[in-house]
């Protein structure tokens, strides 16, 4: 079954622009703005899920070469899937999803509003190592407004996935639209990929940065108050 799956992926191949998987891999390429996910992602619970994680990671140990039956060792599998599927991961599980309560913009207030240095903890979908960095949110409100830890609440949701950072930042930004019933959003993450640092070109200084702008975040006026708010 599982020489089924990586055979079918195989033959996908020339869909990805003839780039190879060692390609998309290493540059980082992606190809949707969703999240890849099976029509029946959710067929099995957590419990499954847990369970069927537990017994593959143990394999990998095991071809590896490492004896499971060492004390520091015997427990990994079952950290390693209670860590993916109730931590790291589990924000590809819309029940996980953070419930947001919108509340009238009493004050008036109608300029931007700014939330930086949300830092945030995800995954590298093609290595599957940490991608560390900070998420700056910025919205105008059209009349709602919402709770400031939610906006945190929102990043740290769509990170706890498999990610790479334009679809993170584009999903952010669709979510905040679609919250806050607005246009008028801005997301930027500055982020360290230790597929980067840690191996492949080891580069330990450089960092990645990506944004969206939309609605009245669309002038250079309004993108340079942000980016002072951001760097002050
Ligand atoms: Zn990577």
Redesign the pocket.
Known sequence: MKNDILNQKKQKSPALNGFSFNEI?DD?LFTSLETPMKANAFAMSDAEKKERISILFAEIMDVLGLDLNDDSLSGTPNRVAKMYVEEIFSGLDPKNKPKIALFDNKYQYNQMLVEKNITFYSN?E??F?PIIGKAHIAYISSGKVIGLSKLNRIVQYYAKRPQVQERLTNQIAEELKSVLQTDDVAVIIDAK?L??SSRGVKDDTSSTVTSFYGGKFNSTTKITELQNYINN
């Open positions: 891999g980082h590298c093609h290595h190592v990929h597929c980067v």
